[in-house]
C-alpha cells in the first residue's frame, strides 16, 4: 500500500497566466504529485508538496536508459464551476501497462485516481474555464538510481505536473495537412509502440522536423515491417470514414491503444456507425480515395481530442479529404466528446468523474 | 565555439573506493565536465566543476520525450603511470551521428577530445592500475526545457562524468550463456537502433531480466523485420568464427556501430582472418554448428572489450561453441585489444592516445 497522501501547500503562489495567453504545457500549477519507489519497499511517501526543481543525481538511470513512462489527461472546468476528469483509471491502467513494459513497478491505479482528485482539486483555481481550456495532467515515472550497470533501476519517482492550457482549436477547427512517412517508423512488433515511454517520442522527433520544413503539420507513421499500413498520426490514433464506415487501425502491438480511441469507437456503434478495425495499407486508402469514398479522416487524442485531416501527402500523391473542410461526423465526435468532458452532454458511458472536495 | 573551459576544483575530496571492490558505474569522481546549450547562442560554458547533483524541472523535456543520448569509452592506466584513451574521436563522432538522429544539436568533436583529455587528467589519481581496471569514461546529452509540446527542446546540458571500474573479468575470462530472443526487438530500420540513445536500452531491458530468469546472461537480438537475422548480444556486437572466417552482422541500420566491432574487423583483416559482414541468419548459423564448422562466438564492445560465447539457446536448440571455453582467436583478441589500450602492445593503427598534462 501506499500509505496516507501528505499535503504541504505553499504559501508562495505564482500569478496564473491570462486565459488567452495559454499555450501547451508552458505553465505549471503551484504544487505537484509526488511519490517514491524504493525495492524491497515498494511505492512509499505520496505527498502534494511546493512545485519545485527536482534534484537529482547526473547518473541517475533515466539520463542514460530511459526508463521513462508517462500519461497524458485533462481535468475540465464548466460555466457551473464543476470540474472534471475524463476516464482517469484507463490513464492509470495503461501507465501500468507501459510500467510492466520498461520493467518498472507498478502502481495502484485506485490509489492514484484519489490522489490525482485531491491534486486537482487543490489546484482547482488553475483551471480556466474560457471554452475549450483545460488543465492538463502530466503523470510520469522515472528511474533515479545513480548507477551506469545497463538492468532497471531499484528507486523511482512517480510525479504529476499540472498546467493549464489554452484551446486547441483557438480559431475553429482546422484540418490539418499530414506527410506520409516511408522512411523513419515510430515503432514495430516487440518493440515499445504500445508503451506511453519517452525514447518512442525522442524517435519520432527528426521526422516531425522535416514533415514541418516540407510544410506539413504531422506525420502519419507506417508499419515498420512491410512499411505499408497505417499506425498513426503524430501523436494520436487515426479514423477514416470510407464509404459511411469508420476505420482505424487495429492494435497490433506498435500501436498506442489511445483512449479516445477507444471512446470514438464506442460513441461511433452507439451511433449505429459500422467501426472497422482491420489493417488499412496507405494503397488501399488511396484506391478509396480515387474512388471518392475516402469522406472524412481525424486523428484522436487528448490534446486535441479530435483533430481533423484536411489533406494527406503520400509518394507524390495528393489525397485532399472532403474539401480539406471539417467533416460532419467529426464534428459530431468532437462537440460530443467535449460535451461529455466539460460535463454539457449526456455521459450515457460513465465516463465523466467528478472531482469532488 | 565553445569558448574557453573553466575549471573549479573541488576541496572536498571523496574517499577513493579499494582497487578490490570496484564494480561497474557505482562510485563516481570528484569532478564533471559541463557544457549547456541554448537555442541561437549555441554550446556555451564549457567547465570542470564539482560532481553534484543537477537540478532540473521536472517538465525537463528528458524526462517526456526521452531525448537522451550517450556514450562509453575507458582511460586506462598501465604500471608505468601512463594514462591512455583508445580512439576517443569515434566516440564523439558517434555521439554526433546519434544527436542528429534524435533531433539534438551536434558538438565539435575535437574540441570535446580535448576536454575530455583535461577532465581525466584533473582525476588521474582516480584511475585505478590493478589489471583490467580502468576509468569508464560516460559523456552524456539530455534535453532541459521545461516544455510539455512534443517537439525538440530548444535547451540542452552535456555532461561527462568518470568511474573507476573493476576488471570485467575479475576471474578470467568466462564464456557467457545466450538466448535468442523471439519476441522482443531491440530496434529496427527507420528507428533508432543505430544511435546510442537511451530509449533503445529502456526497451531492452525487459527481455533481459526474462532471460536472466532462465538462466541465461545474455539477450541475442534477432532482426525486428523476418525475426530471423541476427543483430547484436545485449549491448555488444557479435562475430562467429566458421570455418575459419569471422562473421558479423553487416551494419544496416538498426545495429549500433560498436568501436570495438571495427577495431576488431580491422586486427583480424591485418591478421589475414577473413572478415564477412552480411545478414547473419540463426537458422544459417545453426547449420554450421551442425556442420561443426562453428568455431568460436564472441560480443565485443567497451566494456568487456571481448566477451566469449560459451552457448547459445536458440528456440530450444542449444549449441555449446568450442566446449564452452574461450576460443584461441577470441583470447588474442582481447590480449591484444587489451594490450594497445594500456599501452603494453605496439599500437600500429594509431588508436590509442596519450593523455597529457
Ligand atoms: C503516440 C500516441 N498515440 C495516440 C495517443 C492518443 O492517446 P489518448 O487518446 O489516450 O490521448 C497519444 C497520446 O496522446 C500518443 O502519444
Ligand atoms: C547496443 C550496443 N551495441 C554495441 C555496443 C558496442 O559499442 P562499442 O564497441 O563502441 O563500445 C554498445 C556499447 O557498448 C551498445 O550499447
Redesign the pocket.
Known amino acids: 500500500m501506499e500509505c496516507q497522501l501528505t499535503i504541504d501547500l505553499t504559501d508562495q503562489k505564482k500569478e496564473k497566466p491570462a486565459h488567452d495567453k495559454l499555450a501547451f504545457g508552458v505553465h505549471f500549477t503551484d504544487h505537484m504529485f509526488v511519490m517514491d519507489y524504493t525495492e524491497g519497499k515498494g511505492w512509499h511517501d505520496p505527498r502534494i508538496e511546493p512545485y519545485s526543481p527536482l534534484t537529482i543525481d547526473p547518473a541517475a538511470m533515466v539520463f542514460h536508459y530511459g526508463q521513462a513512462v508517462f500519461?497524458?489527461?485533462k481535468a475540465y472546468r464548466n460555466q457551473e464551476g464543476e470540474v472534471r476528469l475524463f476516464r482517469p483509471d484507463?490513464?492509470f491502467k495503461?501507465l501500468n501497462r507501459s510500467l510492466t513494459r520498461l520493467d518498472m513497478p507498478t502502481v495502484d491505479e485506485a490509489f492514484m485516481v484519489e490522489a490525482l482528485k485531491k491534486l486537482v482539486s487543490v489546484e482547482k483555481e488553475w483551471i480556466p474555464t474560457a471554452e475549450g481550456t483545460s488543465l492538463y495532467i502530466r503523470p510520469f515515472v522515472i528511474a533515479t538510481e545513480a548507477c551506469l550497470g545497463v538492468r532497471a533501476s531499484h528507486t523511482y519517482k512517480l510525479i504529476i505536473l499540472l498546467s493549464p492550457v489554452g484551446a486547441y482549436y483557438a480559431s475553429g477547427m482546422k484540418p490539418v495537412k499530414i506527410h506520409v512517412e516511408n522512411s523513419y517508423v515510430?515503432a514495430v512488433r516487440g518493440g515499445t509502440?504500445n508503451a506511453?515511454t519517452a525514447g518512442?517520442?525522442a524517435g519520432?522527433l527528426k521526422a516531425q522536423t522535416e514533415a514541418h520544413e516540407k510544410g506539413y503539420e504531422q506525420v502519419l507513421w507506417l508499419d515498420a515491417i512491410e512499411t505499408k499500413y497505417i499506425e498513426?498520426?503524430?501523436?494520436?490514433?487515426v479514423f477514416f470514414k470510407v464509404n459511411g464506415e469508420a476505420w482505424t487501425p487495429m492494435l497490433n502491438g506498435s500501436?498506442?491503444?489511445?483512449?479516445?480511441?477507444?471512446?470514438t469507437i464506442q460513441l461511433l456503434k452507439a451511433w449505429g456507425v459500422n467501426v472497422v478495425e482491420k489493417r488499412i495499407s496507405v494503397e488501399e486508402l488511396f484506391q478509396a480515395y480515387q474512388n471518392g469514398e475516402l469522406e472524412e479522416a481525424f486523428?484522436?487524442?487528448?490534446?486535441a481530442v479530435i483533430s481533423p485531416i484536411g489533406e494527406m501527402s503520400w509518394n507524390g500523391n495528393k489525397m485532399v479529404i472532403n474539401g480539406a473542410k471539417t467533416g460532419e461526423l467529426t464534428q459530431k465526435l468532437y462537440d460530443t466528446m467535449t460535451g461529455i468532458q466539460y460535463g454539457v452532454v449526456e455521459d450515457e458511458f460513465g465516463w465523466s468523474v467528478k472531482v469532488t472536495e
Open positions: 500519461e497524458g489527461l484507463q490513464n495503461r515510430r509502440g506511453k518512442n517520442y519520432s498513426e498520426v503524430g501523436s494520436m490514433n500501436i498506442l491503444e489511445g483512449i479516445t480511441r477507444d471512446s486523428g484522436t487524442g487528448t490534446a
